[in-house]
């Protein structure tokens, strides 16, 4: 064994022993990487000491390539026994700090209550889903056709006044029913229909104790072979019940240019007649509009704001109070 090779091993030697001492004294993951890199990477200072093995006699090599290798191992070795350790001490770290003292005492949440409109909305979604309708919802903007023409809005009908809404710069607008909503699920689906569809609506209202702008709606509407008037008065009379009781309920003749029949339906609560909805039998234009036959097929269809409803269930005295996000009125629901 010549002078080189023994320099050679002892330089091995050194390595072994610097990273060692390093890799004892290092404290974090990082830290242990760099090492990794320093010492078993492609410039680290084993590479450089097998840079040497040229010129070393023949028979030294072998030697010395299986003692470089003894070091990158026990290198390695040390890396993994402290990469372990860290781990293992930064595992103890998070559980120590994040551990829960059962016996304090917890914090107070004060738990949410449901909103009188939303509680409303769903109570009535139940009863209907109870009677085998399904919920179906539409977008809130809408095109002229969906909102007026496919209902049979004529373009110079009066009833387009009562139903002003805001008008977009695209020539679409802002719903003033959920009644497209009737008409987009119709294109889309073939009778039977029992829908219920909430949603918000848009109005030229001025706003005062019993109007706004901005409001909820429900829709239902029933299409099916042989459906009449009498359904229509059944399944109205079994909603109203399901809400208010067992009250008086009259149906008073009306009109709307989507239904024919139409009536305007009011139950007696507290001594007085209240409107609650209006209803109707689909019109045939409604129907040849989505491209059922009528002669077939007839329908019925039903509306009313949620506003209403919640007013006279909870007996508000003004319709802003449920859009003014104040606690000292939703604590009470």
Not at 106 to 117: C, E, K, S
Request: with cysteine; net charge negative; charged share 25%.
């Amino acid at each position: 064994m010549t002078a080189q090779t023994i320099e050679l091993e002892s330089q091995l030697d050194a390595i072994r022993q610097e990273a060692q001492a390093a890799i004892a004294d290092t404290e974090t993951l990082d830290q242990l990487e760099q090492l990794r890199v320093k010492y078993l990477g492609k410039k680290g200072p084993i590479p450089q000491v097998l840079g040497g093995m040229g010129k070393l006699d023949p028979a030294d090599r072998p030697r010395i390539g299986a003692r470089a290798n003894e070091v990158k191992e026990a290198i390695q070795g040390d890396l993994d026994r402290k990469r372990t350790a860290l781990q293992s001490a930064q595992i103890q770290a998070r559980l120590e700090s994040e551990a829960i003292d059962v016996t304090m005492p917890g914090v107070f949440r004060p738990q949410g209550r449901v909103h009188p409109l939303n509680g409303t909305i769903d109570q009535v979604l139940d009863i209907f889903v109870g009677m085998g309708y399904t919920v179906a919802e539409g977008p809130e903007m809408e095109t002229d056709y969906y909102n007026f023409e496919a209902l049979n809005f004529l373009p110079d009908h009066p009833a387009r006044d009562m139903q002003d809404t805001l008008y977009l710069p695209d020539g679409n607008l802002l719903r003033t029913h959920t009644s497209t909503v009737q008409i987009r699920y119709m294109e889309n689906n073939d009778p039977p229909i029992r829908i219920a569809v909430p949603g918000r609506v848009y109005r030229r209202d001025t706003v005062d104790a019993t109007h706004s702008a901005v409001f909820n709606q429900i829709e239902i509407l029933a299409i099916d072979e042989g459906l009449t008037f009498t359904d229509l008065k059944g399944t109205i009379k079994v909603f109203l019940q399901e809400m208010f009781g067992d009250l008086p309920i009259r149906f008073r003749p009306s009109f709307f240019p989507f239904t024919e029949p139409s009536a305007e339906v009011d139950v007696k609560w507290k001594g007085r007649w209240l409107e609650i909805l209006g209803c109707g039998m689909v019109d045939p234009n409604v129907l040849k509009a989505v491209g059922y036959d009528p002669e077939i097929y007839t329908g019925f269809a039903a509306g009313f704001g949620v506003e209403r409803l919640a007013m006279v269930m909870h007996q508000i005295d003004d319709i802003r109070r449920l859009y003014s996000s104040d606690l000292r009125f939703l604590n009470q629901f």
